[in-house]
């Protein structure tokens, strides 16, 4: 099966994300899609050749993860984003979060915290099912830092490419308006 680039065009006109920024944004997933796509094209014939014990073959599996991660991470943001931004007040994932961090806030504090924090990267709401656990985390590059089992509930891309046609270095405003335009429902659904 064929990965392809899903449409989001949805969140064009979305409230403190131009759709210039909008745009640019979803041809930067594209292209972790299509690259996606390339390198296992390029796996499956080095395979046929015999050459999976070639460097070209070791570097291209180093790379996947690096583009396959680009392209879901992108995913889950774009999902996670178009809604009214009005957080939840009860339920399941309601309660988990006061439960890890004593209140909403004190969560919400952490993550804004965490996506301040100088660098790029992502920061995740991650949701442990082994432990029934719930982590903010700093994930530095696509393929690394990410919590092995762990389900991502909210995602939010702090790359600058995310933000900084519409804020420059004004990152806090950024965080902001991502705040404002959560979509908790997607959220919450991920919370299994």
Known sequence: MAYNAKD???LLGMDGFSDDLLQNH???????????????????????????????????????????????????????????????????????IVKEFSSFEAWEKE???????????????????HADRLFNVWVNEHDVGHLSGCIPLLIIDIFEHAFLRDYGL???????AFFKKINWKVVESRFV
Not at 111 to 129: C, K, N
Not at 170 to 176: A, F, M, T, V
Request: glycine residues 10%.
């Open 8 to 10: 989001y065009k949805t």
């Open 26 to 96: 979803f041809t930067l997933y594209q292209g972790y899609v299509a690259n996606t796509e390339k390198l296992l094209t390029t796996l499956q014939n080095l395979e046929l050749e015999g050459k999976s014990s070639s460097p070209e073959y070791a570097e291209c599996r180093r790379r996947f993860g690096w583009e396959f991660n680009g392209m879901r991470l992108h995913e889950y943001y774009f999902e996670n984003l178009g809604g009214d931004g009005i957080p939840v007040s009860s339920g399941k994932l309601y309660n988990a």
């Open 111 to 129: 993550f804004r915290t965490l996506s301040a924090m100088r660098g790029i990267g992502w920061v995740i709401l991650y949701y442990d099912p």
């Open 170 to 176: 004004q990152r806090i405003e950024y965080i902001n």
